[in-house]
């Protein structure tokens, strides 16, 4: 019931917006992420968008914890 | 340039694996015992257990399943009055798909389903907004279970109903949240923990400054964290990293979709529709001020006010998931897992809900079968 899932924003409405996940097409609420933009993606949890990714901050975790596995322990 | 959605390199989850072995055995060395953390959201529980990041570290990191999964944390009486709610011919109640097969004293959703009651699952409780306004003639009653991620989405529902002028609306809401739980666990139940993996999606609704009273009142150490293999490794080693310096401090290993002050546009819709109650948690009680309830304003959508429902004590079981939820007890504890209480035939919540900790130790880590 918590799942979120990520879902890439096609077209915009003013409270809904068409999304892709996975291929799929679906329309979400964007009630509680309205200055969400084409292109940009939203956890989406009972079908409202919850959280905008921010995709700076997921590319920069994604090389912080390359560097984790690869440094000595402590 | 490596796309959001690219799974991560599974090398790198390997190598993540192998330093959270390492350093939890330096830190079981240290202190004499192995470390232990609860993870406190459903999502969390099957994605440990899923991924086989759970099994991985057996041994060397103590995972332990707290009050995360909606379904299992609600009161038995709480689930047998929402089932009470369908048994009139003129309603249709709609519900999110893990309550309707959670067992009541009597029976279950699905049950009264069977025998003839419109019972209907919904994606949204929005859908349940629509099902009224398509069906003016019957009372229209959403079930909603649910933490601090779910509950704006109640109230975004209200809201519609409300714009609406819908009178045949209405919603049995027994929600809870986070922060009081966990503090109960620690203060009340004093269960031996180590550090909190915390709730990915929670905590995009409260954010990351909700936690700072693990700090403030019991030095606990937590981190937010997402839910691939990589994203739970490495908040698992971020809390190890924490334990064995003996420096607790509340991180956000989620950023790209946690921030720190959450969603206030969440915060302030939850706020104008629901207002702190005292609320029923399985196999703890009552918590003071630790769920949400519709706000009086709009009490003609509540429907514990609209309908006279009464129900008895529920029906005593053999089954665990009081101790389950609080993390005093695991599925191969209770004498029922995987003989009377199975996915197929489920006692408890927590083999129900597909993020039910003995339904995940059922399907991913159970020893035979
Ligand atoms: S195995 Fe079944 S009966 Fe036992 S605690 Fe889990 S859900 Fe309850």
Same mark, same amino acid.
């Given at each position: 019931?918590?799942?979120?899932?990520?879902?890439?924003?096609?077209?915009?409405k003013e409270y809904t917006a068409l999304?892709?996940?996975m291929g799929t097409k679906m329309e979400v609420g964007i009630l509680f992420v309205p200055e969400?933009?084409?292109?940009e993606y939203v956890i989406v949890h009972a079908g409202q968008g919850m959280s905008i990714i921010d995709q700076t901050f997921a590319h920069q975790s994604i090389s912080e914890w390359e560097k984790m596995a690869r440094a000595d322990v402590i | 340039m490596q796309t959001l959605f690219e799974p991560a390199d599974p090398a790198v989850a390997k190598e993540l694996a192998q330093k959270v072995i390492e350093l939890a055995d330096r830190c079981k060395? =240290?202190?004499?015992?192995?470390p232990a953390f609860m993870e406190v959201c459903?999502?969390?529980?099957?994605?440990?257990?899923k991924t086989g990041v759970k099994l991985i570290l057996q041994g060397h990191v103590n995972l332990i399943s707290g009050p995360g999964c909606p379904v299992c944390v609600t009161d038995q009486k709480q689930i047998d009055a929402m089932i009470e709610v369908a048994e009139s011919n003129n309603r249709i109640v709609c519900t999110f798909g893990d309550m309707i097969r959670v067992p009541g004293s009597k029976r279950s959703l699905q049950s009264a389903k069977t025998e003839g009651r419109d019972v209907r699952i919904v994606y949204s409780p929005l859908d349940a907004v629509r099902i009224a306004e398509e069906n003016p003639e019957k009372e229209v009653v959403f079930l909603g279970v649910g933490f601090e991620t779910t509950v704006p989405v109640l109230a975004a529902a209200i809201q519609l109903a409300a714009q609406k002028n819908l009178?045949?609306?209405?919603?049995?809401?027994?929600? =809870?949240?986070?922060?009081?739980?966990l503090r109960t666990l620690l203060s009340v139940k004093k269960v031996k923990i180590n550090g909190f993996l915390l709730p990915g999606h929670v905590s995009i609704v409260l954010g990351e400054q909700a936690y700072q009273f693990l700090i403030d009142e019991f030095r606990m150490p937590g981190v937010i964290s997402g839910f691939e293999p990589v994203e739970m490794l490495s908040a698992i080693y971020k809390l190890l990293k924490m334990v064995y310096e003996d420096r607790p401090e509340i991180l956000n290993n989620y950023k790209s979709v946690v921030r720190l002050e959450g969603n206030k546009t969440a915060q302030k819709i939850m706020n104008e529709f629901f207002q702190p109650c005292d609320e029923a948690w399985r196999g703890i009680g009552v918590i003071p001020q630790s769920g949400l309830e519709i706000r009086?304003?709009?009490?003609?959508?509540?429907?514990?006010?609209k309908f006279n429902i009464k129900v008895g004590e529920p029906k005593k079981t053999l089954c665990r998931c009081g101790d389950m939820i609080c993390g005093l007890a695991s599925p191969e504890e209770c004498v029922l897992f995987g003989k009377a209480c199975t996915p197929l035939h489920p006692i408890g919540p927590c083999m129900v809900s597909t993020e039910g900790s003995c339904a995940a130790h059922y399907s991913y880590m159970r020893k035979e079968g």
């Amino acid at each position: 019931m918590c799942v979120g899932v990520p879902a890439k924003v096609i077209e915009k409405k003013e409270y809904t917006a068409l999304v892709d996940v996975m291929g799929t097409k679906m329309e979400v609420g964007i009630l509680f992420v309205p200055e969400v933009e084409i292109g940009e993606y939203v956890i989406v949890h009972a079908g409202q968008g919850m959280s905008i990714i921010d995709q700076t901050f997921a590319h920069q975790s994604i090389s912080e914890w390359e560097k984790m596995a690869r440094a000595d322990v402590i | 340039m490596q796309t959001l959605f690219e799974p991560a390199d599974p090398a790198v989850a390997k190598e993540l694996a192998q330093k959270v072995i390492e350093l939890a055995d330096r830190c079981k060395e =240290k202190f004499g015992v192995m470390p232990a953390f609860m993870e406190v959201c459903g999502s969390h529980t099957m994605a440990l257990a899923k991924t086989g990041v759970k099994l991985i570290l057996q041994g060397h990191v103590n995972l332990i399943s707290g009050p995360g999964c909606p379904v299992c944390v609600t009161d038995q009486k709480q689930i047998d009055a929402m089932i009470e709610v369908a048994e009139s011919n003129n309603r249709i109640v709609c519900t999110f798909g893990d309550m309707i097969r959670v067992p009541g004293s009597k029976r279950s959703l699905q049950s009264a389903k069977t025998e003839g009651r419109d019972v209907r699952i919904v994606y949204s409780p929005l859908d349940a907004v629509r099902i009224a306004e398509e069906n003016p003639e019957k009372e229209v009653v959403f079930l909603g279970v649910g933490f601090e991620t779910t509950v704006p989405v109640l109230a975004a529902a209200i809201q519609l109903a409300a714009q609406k002028n819908l009178k045949n609306f209405s919603m049995w809401a027994t929600t =809870k949240l986070v922060q009081p739980v966990l503090r109960t666990l620690l203060s009340v139940k004093k269960v031996k923990i180590n550090g909190f993996l915390l709730p990915g999606h929670v905590s995009i609704v409260l954010g990351e400054q909700a936690y700072q009273f693990l700090i403030d009142e019991f030095r606990m150490p937590g981190v937010i964290s997402g839910f691939e293999p990589v994203e739970m490794l490495s908040a698992i080693y971020k809390l190890l990293k924490m334990v064995y310096e003996d420096r607790p401090e509340i991180l956000n290993n989620y950023k790209s979709v946690v921030r720190l002050e959450g969603n206030k546009t969440a915060q302030k819709i939850m706020n104008e529709f629901f207002q702190p109650c005292d609320e029923a948690w399985r196999g703890i009680g009552v918590i003071p001020q630790s769920g949400l309830e519709i706000r009086e304003k709009y009490s003609r959508f509540n429907a514990k006010e609209k309908f006279n429902i009464k129900v008895g004590e529920p029906k005593k079981t053999l089954c665990r998931c009081g101790d389950m939820i609080c993390g005093l007890a695991s599925p191969e504890e209770c004498v029922l897992f995987g003989k009377a209480c199975t996915p197929l035939h489920p006692i408890g919540p927590c083999m129900v809900s597909t993020e039910g900790s003995c339904a995940a130790h059922y399907s991913y880590m159970r020893k035979e079968g």
